[in-house]
């Protein structure tokens, strides 16, 4: 029988209840599901990598089968080092299509062997990102049924502490909004 390795790539910035669905199915689909962390320097975040992952770890005890990691550099040769055949992905809508189909076929040519799955969310979670949560917390709005309840805590502190500590507004950035990046994140 075959085993099958995916990898779930992502900011989780932070992990959203999006995210939880799509590693929900994916978890029943793969029998190893690693859920991949990018270190990315370039992106001014609002969790740390440490926090980005404990948050990820703590709402995915219940799910030995699922890990988390991080990584940096390319995808696909983190693909490599980790013998993994497929990358998960979760398309929302057609908005998002674009930049994962790129992304997808850009990987390909650097691995032929690695395969793109995409996947739907639940339609409630259609129209989530991690973006607009940050937003959200960041004006002190609702955040129940798009995170789960602790990392809704952890967000609500991170916005009060940055908003306190920065002078320029909460994150510490003039903007950050949904519209700074070309997709934004589940
Ligand atoms: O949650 P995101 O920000 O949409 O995830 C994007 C991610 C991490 C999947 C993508 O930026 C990525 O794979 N970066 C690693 C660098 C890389 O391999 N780039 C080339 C992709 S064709």
């Known amino acids: 029988m075959k085993t099958s390795i995916a990898i779930y790539p992502g900011s989780f910035d932070p992990v959203t209840n999006g995210h939880l669905d799509l590693i929900e199915r994916g978890r029943k689909m793969f029998d190893h599901l690693i859920v991949a962390v990018l ?25 030995p089968e ?15 080092k980790r013998h993994a055949g497929v990358i998960l992905r979760g398309i929302r809508a057609v908005s998002d299509y674009e930049y994962e189909l790129q992304m997808a076929l850009m990987n390909r040519k650097l691995e032929p062997r690695l395969e793109t799955v995409f996947m739907l969310p639940g339609e409630p ?16 709005g609702p955040l129940d049924g798009f995170v789960p309840a602790a990392v809704g805590e952890r967000l609500r ?5 940055t908003r ?9 950035r003039p903007d950050a909004g949904p519209t700074r990046r070309k997709r934004a994140t589940h």
Do not use: C, H
């Open 164 to 172: 306190s500590g920065a002078g320029i507004g909460a994150g510490g």
């Open 66 to 80: 699922v890990e988390v990691d991080v990584f940096d550099g390319l995808l696909v040769d983190y693909a490599r």
């Open 39 to 63: 270190r990315n320097a370039g992106k001014d975040p609002l969790f740390t990598v440490l926090e980005r992952v404990e948050m990820l770890r703590e709402v995915l005890k219940q799910w």
């Open 157 to 161: 502190a991170k916005v009060t502490k």
């Open 125 to 140: 979670y259609s129209y989530l990102s991690a973006s607009l949560v940050r937003e959200i917390a960041r004006f002190g």
